[in-house]
């Protein structure tokens, strides 16, 4: 029973939803507005379980000493204080809950998203070391896109855009498509393995 | 321990800091907002007023300026703000707020109790007077209720079917001194069962207003000194615009004018003849549609005013003239012009042509909420045209404009003899021409339509354009100028008016451009019912709101039937009427004046055929006994009603010359159109067969690999290597890290990587290696702890299970990448996982992995990370192989077969696009119109 009820609810709900593509009346409807309602809901519930989480891992991480235990302290730290300055102070513009996430989380943010640009050079270094034919044809298709992209590709001959366009919307787009065509299938697959049992990892693995 | 005290350090001074700024002593806010007026606003149903203050300076670092207001200067609540920004300022010298219109009152959401605004010190001016918003205490809000005009928005089964009854007796005394008793039954409910209260202020009152302005600090300016304002109801605006064409040979006069600004208090537009001694003649009168947009444009014909002007002589129709009145509820009125205009004389034949195959039908594969409205013959623009250096090639970028009665299945184009099919209709297609730029070129384009239910297009149909190349701009220029057609079509617009059975005024729906041929009328359906003024009961803690429902008598002397809610209610009602039929028969007894006989029968008659010849649906409704079934059958009445249009549509100019199409009739003779529910969405043939297949696919295989088929799959070196990546990890003992994504669990790739860390962790398990499991998503961190656990039960090592290696970091996307990124450089994890779904952060993840030296195993179904997986892991499961992962780890033959039938759909869809392309090549389209383009 443990096991059949979820399974259960997982067809019925799982077959409501296939059958509301299919079905636009106002009862169809009505059941997706009400069931996205619930799902909001309960989505914020989960969040405790997360806190939880963090704190239960940083705090064995303190208590054992662990190594690098400082970083746990740091996290568990400002876990608390920002939870705090939210609680007594709100969260509007002008708090001090405001002021951290300003100066500590967006700069933080950027810095990270920042590393991208030499991350991808990097990569592109890799990718581009013309090693076997099938490199070297990245990398000549990498160039051409490249300029063709900046006016400089306009200035040497008006053939660098049109191949630009040309690569990007034929075998560029042919690849994408076909990749999108195979995730479409390989979701519709993982779902109705999900609604008809044969998938049960989600459940904890045993049958 | 120095580490541990250099943090704690940190963290003190980091908390310290925070403290200071929250207590605001880096900016003090010590001035008070100077200079509040509050001025009525014209023009308006006197129930605007306007707020005008000095901003503070930029130096004061305001965020934001808050609004307060009471009807008494004692106590003023929260009423809205105005944001500032803080670095900016404001630059006007004057800062404006309007309050005006229905706004937010109280609802079940509101504070449970009056509550003093944050930031007044206690004892400072102000202070004890400043509320924040009106709290759901009854106590303070029901009286509040007799100060302003109340509107309240209630679900419509609260309203109909979970009410209270209940009668009040009013008693007053009237001014000779008798005792007048009125009884009145109300419906009682909650605040919970409203949806929300909105209020509007109320004319001739004084209301009350203090600002109060906030800092970056959130520090609290004083509170400016309280004004006061009265509320006014002012004569309406004047028209902008008015015009009238004299019609002759259809003897009619036709009359546009603009729309006003204010509405709400709109009562009716009246149009004055002048005749030629300059005395005013009222010939039309055009009720206002509020709260929908009223009809701006009236046709007049000369027997119509006659019947109100007799000396009218349309011989004399160039010394008449004309104006318009905007009359308000309060019959005040204001004249459009100064001066009264005359008529412009126009025949008919300089108006334009009624739009074609004017329709209404239901709109198909909806929730029942939506009619499709068309007309005409399909059209075609352009976008865009390029050329290249010689002017040799044309680009033309074009875009059609049809409907569901003439769907376009080729456009022909001509330039200058050169003629293009265009088969597949992709709005782009390349010329060779030769272009004299300097001169300009016609472009002609015809159609090949289906035509449902219609005749065919006209043979000589055709759009033309014009273009020419502006030398100066460098620029093709389309349409400008405009060719004779073109400069017809662009002169005039269509109008949509429509009008339900519980209306008495046509609405306007929709205005449409010449290039438009369909609208999708939206008919929402009602939820709610609006009912203003509740009394209101501290005993019963119950506000009480008027019980009826208007049901539509299709009598043209007696349109709407105004039906109560209750059945005690209706047997109450009729009762008293009938007590008031016989006081009038004892009063026309006795009575010896003709007119008040007269006046006296006319009451006894519209009482009798209010009792006794109600609307069918009523009679029926009442006969049931409960309530609640009465009321649902004439609230699907109400409903069937109020939903029910019938339209035309008018081509104009904006300037009295127009011309209307007739109510639409549909074939079997109906007006009223109603929008129906769809049981099946007809657009989704194509998927459902394709769905249907695939799940026959999936049986079948299933089928014959529980027989023991042998199911060959291609081998993945992605998934082949996972055992080895894992040997790795426990021979170098180190331990395995596993991302499954950072999307939540909705999302299938989600599911799929959790599938995956199942396997995974079983083989950790039984080699006893470490498995780290960051999440980002808090409900995916419960299903991979328990995924993880039972791979360890499986694996039969419960006791290697550790709960915190599954853990969560934060919902931040960045600061998830420094967590993970922190953990492959600190605990030198030997095999990294990411599978599921990755953004932005992939990059950073894998390359990081790469640097410390971990054989890294990506699977993402995310197009565009796959090129950044690829360059930087050792393996990579693209898209659907993340799907197909764990499969083939389980090796099982039911999730085999899955996989098995996932090919063979393959190849239909590989088929199905081969065939679609070769007929496509061939000009044969209908095969590839057959499948849905989006």
Redesign the interface.
Known sequence: MKRQIPLMIVLILGLLF?AH??????L??DYLDWFMKWTKVI?PF??V???F??V??HY?KIKRKA?????S??TL?ALI?TTA?GF???I?????YM??FKNF?VP??AT??S??AF??A???Y??FRARSIEATVLLVAAIIVMLGRVSIGQAITHWIPDITEWILNVPNLAA?RG?????G??????????MLG??R??????D | MK??S???L??LI??LL??S??LGDMLPNNEPVEGLKIEDVPHDDGGGLMLSWKPLPKEKRI??YRIYRGYTPDSLFYIGKI?VDAKTGVAADTMRYVDQGWTFFVDATSHAKLKHEKGQKKGTKGAEVLYRTVPRDMKVYGPMMDHYRMLAVIPDKEYLYHTKMREFTDVDTTEDGTIDTTSTILAGMKLEQVKYILTKLTVGKDYYYAIQA?????TASPLSEIASGRTTDDPPEKLKEFYAVDVTDKEQLQFEWSLPVFTSDQKQFNIYLYDEFDDQHLIFTRPDAYPYTPQTNAIVPYDSIAARFEAFNPANMKWYKFNIGEQDRQDQETLAKDEPIPAEMISSTTLPHPPVHFTVKDQP?????QLQVYFGYPYYGLSKLTYNDEFTKLTVTYFITENSMYEVNRLILTINGTTKTEYVLDNKLDFKVNWDHTHPMEITGRFVCKHKGQAPLPEDYAVTHTFIFDTEMQVVLIDNPPNEQMKEFQEYYFQVYKINHTSDVYRYAKQMSFREREYIDKVS?ETVQFRGRPRFSLDEKRLYFSTYLSIVNYKDHYPFYTQALYLDQLKQQDEEIKEEIVKLQAELETETDKEEIEKIENRINLMTEYIEDKPMIVKEANLLNSDKERMKMLYDDHCKNARSFKYYIRKTDGKGHFVDTPVYTAPNGEQYIFPK?????TD?VI??IA?LL??AL?YFM?KAARKGKRLYIRPIAGIQEIDNAIGRATEMGRPILFVPGLSG?SD??T??G??I???VA?KAAEYDTKILVP?RD??V???AQ??V???H??AGRPDTYD??S??????????F??GVN?IMI?EKTATNFYMGMFW?ES??MT?TGSMTGAIQIAGT?A?NQ???F???CDYTL???E???A?AYLSNQP??LG??K??DY??LI?VITVVLGTILSTVHLTFFMNWFPTK
């Open positions: 296939v593509v299919f079905i636009p009346s106002k169809s409807s989505g989960a969040i379980l997360g806190v989480s963090l239960l891992v064995n190594p690098n235990w400082g970083y302290l740091v730290g204080v300055v007594i102070w709100g509007q513009e002008g708090t001090p002021w951290i989380n933080l943010g990270m998203f590393l991208l991350y991808i990097s990569a592109a890799k990718a994408k990749i999108a065509l195979g995730v299938l390989g979701m519709t697959a993982t779902s109705l393995k999900i044969i998938e990892s989600y459940l904890g693995g045993r | 580490v541990c250099k943090f704690g940190l963290l980091f908390t925070l403290v700024s929250a965020i934001e944001p906030l800092n970056m600090n959130r594969n909806d929730k029942g909420d359906y529910q769809n049981w099946f969405n989704e998927t459902f769905v695939f799940t999936v299933i669990i299938v790739a599911l799929a959790l599938a860390l199942s396997k079983k999440c808090f409900i961190l419960p299903i328990e995924t656990k039972e791979a039960y499986e709960k915190n599954v853990f969560f970091i934060t919902q931040a996307q960045f600061a990448v420094a922190g600190r932005a990059l950073l390359e179904d197009v796959l090129p950044f690829i360059t930087t693209i898209g659907e993340l799907y197909a764990s039911l999730i899955t996989l039938a996932q759909m393959k869809i």
